[in-house]
């Protein structure tokens, strides 16, 4: 499908100049990745040892076992949250809505959008923190970070079942499968790669954000405990955006630790994703 | 495979919520991030002693230490600057000085950075004001006689805090009481609105000072005292302040002592009070105490007592040089410290 | 792509197979998602809008004109009022610096992320060999992993010293005459460097969906498009891309409220220019979204509560903004469908 028939049409020089560019363009752009990276691990290196996952932060410096801890519950249940709420907001719209409603619902995604992390943070903090009594907590910090992920996901679902061939849906539905079995069957695998695009997409943005946790999860020295309210949370942008300013070497050099870690997680994890989903829809897709 | 992973990580899981004491009072500070490297030395050395309370310290800012400390969700909020009598007069809280800090005027002159020029409140006005733009200004020159014709012809690039801070409010402080142009101006607070000078950055975070400072040849800024090794290892100057006295004097301990010793009598019991621009020959002009702001009414008895507790122990142990040594604080002086234990016994 | 299962099932199956359970109970759950999203959403937004209501009475259309930011004197005694409403002493809330500045980073950069991204993922796609494929594509989308912070850290002691001591001097030496690219080549905290690290943050977005909408193309109008003779450049420019535009301008929008709303990183390196425009593209500048980071702390202070409403209603401001991009957007997209209709 994305295979280039050569052979077909001439390759004229200005089109070689533009391919040759556009790879260009792409070198360029991991070049600045890599270097970000390598900022990042020459600074931190001296704090990566095995025992940050093992000690919680005290003092200046400590380790970090009650942010990566604290980001994994955090992502974990905001990642469901997002995950129910924006696969079935994309599927109805894509699927159920009535035009009015698809251009109401995409409307206020891209809207929701343009917000700053810190207003959902600071609206969420009023809300939940003051007015709910809940302190800060498990449950305001997932949902703030759901808010935050939320149209990145939508959107990503949305742009992948719309653009599902017509032909399979069509096909489907002569055979007789009823509506929730195409949408199950045929849709769903198929975008399944943009949708889990979006999902990637939306969790490195969420585990990035430091404002939405600060005013909601708080931030705690010790381990996450599982009680949903009254309970602060620790995360590791936390880590990053305070030890930073502090005016201790090993404070910096735990805040680099701190960002390795993260940026080393969602590669690893977004690798790991799409190699699975790449094996097992292998042969359905056209690659 | 998958399933060993998987139980492994909740096997961790469990294992490190059980380390966590079972019948632990929690408190929560939050607020300035000067005073936040200290709490941090403090709790972990209380903890030792104390294992049966469990402290939370964030570095946040002074305005969300305040206001959250008057919401109750934080027990302590620290703050660089005192509460406002506006503030004060809807949500009285006790203001309790725990440290007292200091700040520098950091500048990267090419050639001039390891020796000390002389600055006054009135020339850095003039600079922050767009009035004074370059080095070698006859006005500058002025004070100082020593370096005057080694000033290069090079622009002034003044750094101001991009965010609200404490830093911003005593370094206006400074300005307000010692030029009246700058009074009747932007006067002081935590941010205020900087004149519009085409030169003039912002800088996120007492670290963002230092850097900015360090990318720009030819700026000037203001950091805090615990930032010290920061700005030698960057290579900036800093400079003598000219004080009420009129004589220019470096930010060393003794001379902040001074500034502290010659306020410490006109302290009221409510220990709101400006420390700049002290009198006396040898007073340092910018130092301030670092406030502990708590609300005289806690919701948790439990809590309040854990707080006393830590409070007065911040007071006593809390004052060795080896916790105000690492960021460059001095401690209380012996009358200011008794101002602030009968504040702390007024807390429930 | 207008067919809705709906429709079809109408048309092929008789009346009773509509309403099975399925279907119904798959049409109210998701129903009712839609109905949460959209509810977080407009609470949100009425909220903010309640919220900041008296300080917009406070504020008057002054705040939309007025270039002044004065947050007052906390520390003073007294209240200005105004319309009703009072606020700290000398207060006057102007937000025209951070409107002009929000507007012209996140334009500026959208002309600088979406070539590239295009690029990107038209490498991605025809030019990367298929076993390191997912590599790449795990590596680009780990541009949007990165944390906010870390791109504001590493534009502020990489970014911002190479853009004030080389690339700005290089760039008014010899493009002076450019109306945005003379005069002073500024400190490196300014324009240029927010608009570089936002660009690296939002092409993440691009791409991904850029690259996914192509790859879930059929290739008979790449290949219909070469056996007419175009060179496969052009085949991929003019028939393919043009074909998944949708798709591509709604990552390009979703992209725009990111570039609005990132508040960290751009704080770090925008330089936070208060009461002055920025004289040319390497001059300070500043954001809705960072001024509301970097003001909240101080407005947490006042008394009156107005500096926070005041907050708020930038928020407003930039809700409207957003709106306002959105609104032009899909015009201009229904305006080029239907001229593409009237050539079918």
């Not at chain 2, 632990?24 to 200290?38: F, K, V, W």
């Not at chain 3, 067919?3 to 109970?25: E, N, Y």
């Not at chain 3, 999203?37 to 259309?61: E, H, K, T």
């Not at chain 3, 809330?93 to 500045?101: E, R, T």
């Amino acid at each position: 499908m994305a295979t280039m028939t050569s052979g077909l049409a001439p390759k004229t020089w200005a089109s070689r100049a533009w391919w040759s560019l556009s790879v260009a363009c792409l070198v360029a752009v991991i070049g600045v990745l890599f270097a970000i990276f390598a900022f990042v691990i020459a600074r931190g290196v001296p704090a990566l040892k095995p025992q940050i996952f093992f000690t919680p932060t005290h003092g200046i410096a400590g380790g970090l076992s009650n942010a990566i801890e604290g980001t994994l519950m955090l992502v974990f249940l905001g990642l469901i949250l997002v995950i129910v709420v924006g696969l079935g907001t994309a599927i109805w719209t894509v699927e159920f809505a009535p035009p009015w409603g698809k251009k109401v619902i995409r409307f206020m995604v891209d809207v929701l959008a343009g917000i700053p992390s810190i207003v959902v943070g600071y609206f969420l903090y009023v809300a939940l923190v003051e007015e709910a009594g809940w302190g800060f907590s498990l449950v305001a910090g997932s949902l703030a970070l759901a808010i935050f992920m939320l149209p990145y996901v939508v959107r990503a679902a949305d742009v992948a079942l719309t653009n599902v061939p017509r032909a399979l849906k069509e096909g489907a539905v002569a055979l007789g499968a009823r509506p929730a079995m195409v949408v199950a069957s045929i849709n769903f695998p198929y975008a399944l790669p943009g949708i889990l695009t979006g999902v990637l997409v939306a969790t490195g943005i969420g585990l990035g954000e430091t404002a939405p946790l600060i005013y909601t999860a708080g931030w705690s020295n010790y381990a996450p405990t599982l009680a949903p309210t009254h309970s602060p949370v620790g995360y590791l942008t936390y880590v990053v955006w305070t030890y930073i300013s502090q005016p201790f070497e090993e404070s910096h050099q735990l805040a680099y630790a701190a960002a390795a870690l993260l940026m080393i997680f969602v590669f690893l994890t977004n690798l790991l994703a799409r190699s699975y989903v790449e094996y097992k829809l292998g042969g359905n897709r056209q690659q | 495979m998958r399933k060993t992973l998987v139980l492994a990580l909740a096997a961790l899981l469990l294992a490190s919520m059980g380390g966590r004491a079972l019948a632990a009072t929690d408190l929560l500070e939050t607020g300035s991030t000067l005073l936040y490297p200290l709490m941090n030395l403090w709790v972990d050395a209380y903890q030792h002693g104390n294992p049966n309370v469990q402290i939370t310290t964030q570095g946040t800012g002074s305005g969300t230490g305040i206001s959250q400390a008057i919401s109750g969700v934080a027990q302590i909020g620290a703050s660089d600057a005192y509460m406002a009598d506006a503030q004060m007069a809807s949500s009285p809280m006790l203001n309790i000085p725990l440290a007292i800090s200091a700040q520098q005027i950091n500048y990267n002159v090419p050639g001039l950075n390891n020796v000390h020029l002389n600055l006054s409140g009135p020339v850095l006005a003039g600079i922050y004001m767009g009035e004074i733009q370059f080095w070698d200004d006859a006005k500058i020159k002025a004070i100082n006689k020593e370096y005057g014709n080694k000033l290069p012809h090079t622009q002034i690039v003044p750094i101001h805090r991009a965010e609200g801070s404490g830093d911003t409010f005593i370094f206006t402080q400074y300005l307000t009481k010692s030029t009246p142009s700058w009074k009747a101006g932007p006067g002081f607070g935590t941010t205020i609105s900087w004149p519009a000078v085409a030169t003039a950055v912002g800088a996120s975070g007492n670290p963002g000072m230092v850097q900015t400072c360090q990318n720009t040849p030819g700026s000037i800024a203001y950091i805090g005292v615990s930032f010290l090794n920061q700005t030698e290892k960057a290579g900036l100057g800093y400079a003598a302040l000219q004080n009420q006295a009129g004589k220019f004097v470096l930010p060393t301990e003794p001379n902040i002592a001074a500034a502290a010793g010659a306020t410490d009598k006109a302290t009221p019991p409510d220990e709101r009070i400006s420390l700049i621009f002290a009198p006396g020959e040898n007073s340092y002009p910018i130092i301030n105490y670092e406030y502990a702001i708590v609300n005289p009414k806690q919701s948790d008895p439990a809590k309040a007592a854990e707080l006393k507790k830590f409070l007065d122990w911040s007071l006593s142990e809390g004052q060795s040089s080896k916790f105000l040594g690492a960021v460059h604080f001095l401690p209380l002086p012996a009358s200011i410290q008794k101002l602030s234990r009968a504040q702390i016994a007024k807390i429930q | 792509m207008g067919l809705r299962i709906g429709d079809a099932v109408k048309a092929v199956s008789p009346a009773t197979l509509q309403r099975t359970g399925a279907q119904a109970f798959l049409r109210v759950l998701t129903g009712v998602a839609a109905l949460i999203s959209f509810l977080i959403i407009f609470l949100m937004l009425f909220f903010l809008i309640y919220y900041a209501y008296p300080a917009i009475r406070f504020n008057g259309l002054n705040f939309l004109t007025n270039p002044i930011w004065n947050i007052g004197n906390q520390y003073g005694s007294g209240v200005t009022t105004r319309n009703g409403f009072s606020g700290p002493p000398g207060a006057s809330f102007g937000a025209l610096v951070f409107i002009f500045g929000s507007v012209v980073t996140a334009a500026l950069t959208m002309v600088v992320a979406v070539p590239l991204s295009m690029m990107v993922a038209l490498s991605l796609v025809y030019r990367v060999p298929r076993r390191i494929r997912p590599l790449a594509n795990a590596l680009v989308e780990l541009m949007a992993g990165v944390p906010s912070v870390v791109y504001g850290l590493w534009g502020l002691v990489v970014l911002v010293p190479w853009i004030g001591q080389t690339f700005a001097p290089w760039v008014t030496a010899h493009f002076g005459f450019v109306p945005f690219f003379g005069g002073s080549a500024g400190s490196g905290n300014g324009l240029a460097a927010a608009v570089f690290i936002l660009a690296l943050m939002v092409i993440p977005i691009m791409v991904a969906t850029t690259r996914d909408v192509i790859l879930a193309q059929s290739n008979s109008l790449f290949e219909a498009s070469m056996a007419l003779g175009s060179t496969s450049w052009q085949a991929m420019v003019r028939a393919v891309l043009p074909s998944v535009r949708s798709g591509i301008v709604a990552s390009i929008l979703l992209s725009f409220g990111r570039a609005l709303g990132e508040t960290m990183a751009v704080l770090m390196v925008c330089g936070a220019a208060i009461n002055t425009f920025p004289q040319n593209f390497f001059s300070p500048v500043n954001t809705i979204a960072a001024v509301i980071v970097s003001q909240l702390e101080s407005a947490l202070t006042d008394a009156t509560g107005m500096a926070q409403r005041s907050l708020a209603e930038l928020a407003c401001v930039l809700f409207i903004i957003t709106l306002l991009v959105n609104i032009v957007a899909r015009g201009i997209m229904r305006g080029a469908d239907r001229r593409e209709g009237a050539h079918q």
